[in-house]
């Protein structure tokens, strides 16, 4: 009876899915999301090839998509997951969704014909560049789940750096006499660009959560 249950046993776990495999896909994904913010800053570096620049970054949003759908699916296939399955399905969902947020950034620029660039576009996506490598940095440890405090602390520096430079840039905004249409536009990109900058600060949420039920 006990070599039967010991069998069965080796049985369950030959089919039991390889963490590895998770954290293989978070890393793409992750991967993905620093590709798509640094194209979005040569994007609003100097105006040159935007349309080009709109195209890669829809290439790799669309690698990030499949990343995400990676994990969705192996999460509703997996009996047993490395860490809970609310937080795969955050963590997941979140970095997507800052992809997302460059690409839609630098398609409604390119869309609205934005003409050149100004140095609050600039500051706010060098932000986001930086949080999402300190992000990239985070997830690499996230199995070991060492370092990623550090990580995470840093990009809640960055997020309350990059509120300041939205509100200089809003104020900037309606200084003197502004043209209504260039107002609207900049207004848009500047929140779209707040608002990936606050996603990458809730995947710094999520990761410092698993590292404390992990802990």
Do not use: W
């Amino acid at each position: 009876m006990r070599d039967m249950d010991l069998k069965r046993v080796d049985r369950v776990f030959r089919i039991l899915p390889k963490e590895e495999q998770y954290y293989e896909h978070f890393d793409s994904l992750v991967r993905s999301v620093v590709e798509g913010c640094e194209l979005l800053c040569r994007f609003f570096a100097d105006g040159a090839g935007r349309a080009a620049l709109v195209d890669e970054i829809k290439a790799v949003e669309r690698k990030g998509d499949e990343a995400t759908r990676s994990i969705m699916m192996r999460l509703q296939r997996s009996l047993v997951t490395p860490i809970d399955r609310e937080d795969i399905q955050a963590l997941a969902t979140q970095l997507d969704d800052v992809l997302d947020d460059a690409y839609v950034a630098a398609s409604f620029a390119d869309a609205s014909r934005l003409e050149g660039t100004n140095g609050h576009l600039q500051a706010l996506s060098g932000s986001l560049l930086a949080c999402a490598r300190e992000l990239a940095a985070a997830v690499e440890h996230l199995n070991d789940r060492d370092g990623i405090a550090g990580h995470c602390g840093t990009v809640h520096e960055l997020e309350t750096e990059a509120d300041g430079q939205h509100r200089t840039a809003m104020r900037a905004l309606f200084e003197g006499a502004p043209d209504p249409v260039g107002v609207i536009r900049l207004k848009e990109l500047y929140d779209r660009l707040e608002s990936a900058i606050d996603r990458c600060e809730d995947v710094a949420n999520i990761l410092e959560d698993i590292v404390a039920k992990n802990s």
